[in-house]
Nanobody, 120 residues
Framework: QVQLEESGGGLVQAGGSLRLSCAASGRIFSINNMGWYRQAPGKQRELVAGITSGGGTNYADSVKGRLSISRDSAKNTVYLKMNSLKTEETADYYC??????????????WGQGTQVTVSS
């Protein structure tokens, strides 16, 4: 079993900042891609940012220049620093990890989500 422990969500005023963390633990042999998604009420889940094992990153166009994803591979942890937050970014934020198990089989996991509320 693999567990993803997310933290860092909460209530912040528009223009403020938050930092999300997601630590993976358990039976995962190697981690390749890590990422953050979000889902607002009544909307589909969407990719916010992703980072590869080599450190390559990609971002949704709406967050470029304000949000930054990073990872500590030694700790199997991914971070999302969010600056200049907007009210429309209120959503549940989900951590996603893609890797392989001990048999070389690709596996993917989702965290339970952490709520981010941006007030005006």
């Amino acid at each position: 079993q693999v567990q993803l422990e997310e933290s860092g969500g909460g209530l912040v005023q528009a223009g403020g900042s938050l930092r999300l963390s997601c630590a993976a633990s358990g039976r995962i042999f190697s981690i390749n891609n890590m990422g953050w998604y979000r889902q607002a009420p009544g909307k589909q889940r969407e990719l916010v940012a992703g980072i590869t094992s080599g450190g390559g990153t990609n971002y949704a166009d709406s967050v470029k220049g304000r949000l930054s994803i990073s990872r500590d591979s030694a700790k199997n942890t991914v971070y999302l620093k969010m600056n200049s937050l907007k009210t429309e970014e209120t959503a549940d934020y989900y951590c996603n990890v893609v890797g392989t198990n001990g048999f070389g089989i690709p596996v993917g996991y989702w965290g339970q989500g952490t709520q981010v509320t941006v007030s005006s």
